[in-house]
Structures are given as structure tokens and as C-alpha cells.
């Protein structure tokens, strides 16, 4: 199984956005699902957006919907998250993983494969 690496996070205000993204090898790509967690200190790993790179379909957390976007260029083997009007709740390491077995709701982090890395997004109020 291949590597799935995260980059884009950084420092924002209250407001601001940021795009996230998650490069994979072609194999971990072609999965049921691709999707982007989130852990704040202290808190419980929460499941951002997933999407299905055979498909393009997305799937959100009730607490994203509307601000973020899950998308996919399948010719780059890349997921990125559109993260808008960010708030300071949304600060957390965010990390990109890959599922390949089948699961539903598809956002759980117990039925994901293959983990990145991390990468550190902080909003500012």
C-alpha cells in the first residue's frame, strides 16, 4: 500500500481559508474512500468531509457542511479540502486517510486503512 502525505495547513484568522492536500500513490488512491479527520488536544479524532475518488461522491460532517469542500483530481492522485470561513473550533491537526473496505456511514475513523502524517491548522479569533 502506498503513502498518503498531507501540506497546506497553517495559521489563519477567524474567517480566513485554507486548502488542504492530500497526495497519495496511485494504489492508495484507488480506494472506496478518501477522507480528512481531525483531532484537536485533549478531544476525540472527528471525521471532517470523505470522498470517493472512483465516483466523486462526498460525504460531510454535519459541523463542515457548507464551509468546507471535498474534491478530487484523479489525474494527480490528489483529495484536497477547501476550508472557508474558518472558525477557532476548527483548530486541530487535520489528516488525510484512505479506506478500502467497506463501511457505512463512511466517515468513521475505526474503518480507516492507511493514515498521513498530519498537518497543523490553526484559526485565531
Known amino acids: 500500500q502506498g503513502q498518503l502525505v498531507e501540506s497546506g495547513g497553517g495559521s489563519v484568522q477567524a474567517g480566513g481559508s485554507l486548502r488542504l492536500s492530500c497526495a497519495a500513490s496511485?494504489?492508495?488512491?484507488?480506494?472506496?474512500?478518501i477522507g480528512w479527520f481531525r483531532q484537536a488536544p485533549g478531544k476525540e479524532r472527528e471525521g471532517v468531509a470523505t470522498i470517493s475518488p472512483r465516483t466523486g461522491s462526498p460525504y460531510y460532517a454535519d459541523s463542515v457542511k457548507g464551509r468546507f469542500t471535498i474534491s478530487q483530481d484523479n489525474a494527480k492522485n490528489t483529495v484536497y479540502l477547501q476550508m472557508n470561513s474558518l472558525k477557532p473550533e476548527d483548530t486541530a491537526v487535520y489528516y488525510c486517510a484512505a479506506k478500502d473496505r467497506y463501511s457505512w456511514p463512511p466517515l468513521r475513523s475505526v474503518d480507516y486503512n492507511y493514515w498521513g502524517q498530519g498537518t497543523q491548522v490553526t484559526v485565531s479569533s
Open positions: 496511485r494504489s492508495t488512491y484507488s480506494t472506496n474512500w
